[in-house]
């Protein structure tokens, strides 16, 4: 059916609004070189009038360093083949460039090249920001690994002369030191010891980071079999009852999970009163995640205390009650939040102490 | 078995600390040993090629080798040690402060025989000191050398 002249006008008016309304550049060139139609976003985005614009040849306005790939660009374009996703600058009224992503298509009968340009400056720096951020990334973790083997190496040497020494001194001069003598070499020993423990526990920590794993289907009950074992000694010595519920396999680093569960019944063993140690290790399917919970009947924590014990190097004992450089639980919850779960804890004293911590479980859709 | 002849321990350690207190160890351990030190890995290796001052050095049957050193490090020691056919079969522990995994994987990449972490207690120096002597000196079986 013949389409009425009142239609076709219409069909016109809509398409012209449309050309004028869009936020991408519209535009039509000949093969000389110019523009010979533009739709106002080009004014709205450069700064340049439309007459501007059609008066010179637009590789003009072209960035300098884009002007050969531009026509050669173009030059495809007249050999019939479309432009589907090229970018260049074009340069502003204020002499500032903007990125844009093209696409175009030549009309032999015509001699009119029809393309549209999109505006991706702001992309660009998006991605220009992402790559500077990922090298100072890579950047600053390689000097972490550095510090890691400066803490792990360089750090020990002078505090093993300094302990090893005093050690030494004390055997060979044994019969001239009065007990004040071996006393203060003793603290000086303790003290370098210390140290000593305390370097390792910041770099077992930021091992957390840089030697984590690839998360695999980890078997919870197994790893809660292997910790028992490496902890038999402690807990015969405490004389302690391990218990758990059905454990769960959970996608995650096995050998940190190994880690949180070790680090905290160590927790449970130390912080134990003299009576009978039970330690139960729990676990309850929430929504999309599991709950893991290890509870103790040991000497509880002040509800004061909930918020510092997880930071590093906080202890609530001296070193002469309980053991330990104050390391292990921050090193859970390190372990915890890289695995998107949270940490928390439950406690009464004189009663005993739950920890509970959730690990995401993306299953569901199974 | 009775050892026989005299067994040469070659220290490499450029730390004068670390030195003294391996051979306070060795000697602890075991008093008929005869230790020699080298003080960096060019040295070690001159030692071991009898050059220069060290024309008339004993061929040592164990290296005991720190990895940090200046001049050479232990790891570019032990990969000329394995590389040199005269060489190669001296067995070579490596001795050092070190714990970073990459050092172990390192060291037993280029044939070290084995890798200790000196301790920071001295008695469990002398102890680690006993052990590889006991093991070294004692217990395997070490080709002979005219």
Known sequence: MEESQAAKDQNRAELLKFFDLSTDMLCIADFAGYFTRINPAWQSTLGHTMEELCAVPYVDFIHPEDRAGTLAEAARLTVGMDTVSFENRYRCKDGSYRWLLWRAHADFETGRIYAVARDITERKRGEDTLRTTAAELARSNDELSQFAYIASHDLQEPLRMVASFLQLLEKRYEAVLDPDGRKFIRFAVDGAKRMQSLIQGLLSLSRVQSRAQQATPTDCAKILRDVMDDLQIAIAEAGATVTCDSLPVVMADTVQIAQLFQNLIDNALKFRRSDATRIHVGAIRGADEWEFSVSDNGIGIEPQYFGRIFGIFQRLHGGSEVPGTGIGLAMCKRIVERHAGRIRLESTPGRGTTFFFTIPDKKSSA | ?146
């Open chain 2, 1 to 146: 078995m009775v050892q026989t002849r005299r067994f040469e321990i070659l220290i490499v350690d450029d730390n004068i600390g670390d030195v003294v207190l391996t051979k306070e160890a060795l000697e602890a351990a075991d008093r008929g040993n005869h230790i020699s030190v080298a003080r960096d890995g060019c040295e070690a290796l001159d030692f071991l090629r009898h050059a220069g001052k060290f024309a008339n050095a004993p061929r040592p049957n164990l290296v005991l080798l720190d990895i940090n050193m200046p001049r050479k490090n232990g790891c570019e020691v032990l990969r000329e040690i394995r590389g040199d056919e005269k060489l190669r079969n001296i067995p070579v522990v490596i001795f050092t402060s070190s714990e970073a995994e990459d050092d172990i994987c390192r060291a037993y990449d280029l044939g070290a025989n084995c890798f200790l972490t000196k301790p920071a207690d001295f008695d469990e120096m002398v102890q680690l000191v006993q052990t590889t002597n006991d093991f070294w000196v004692n217990t395997v079986k070490l080709p002979r050398h005219s």
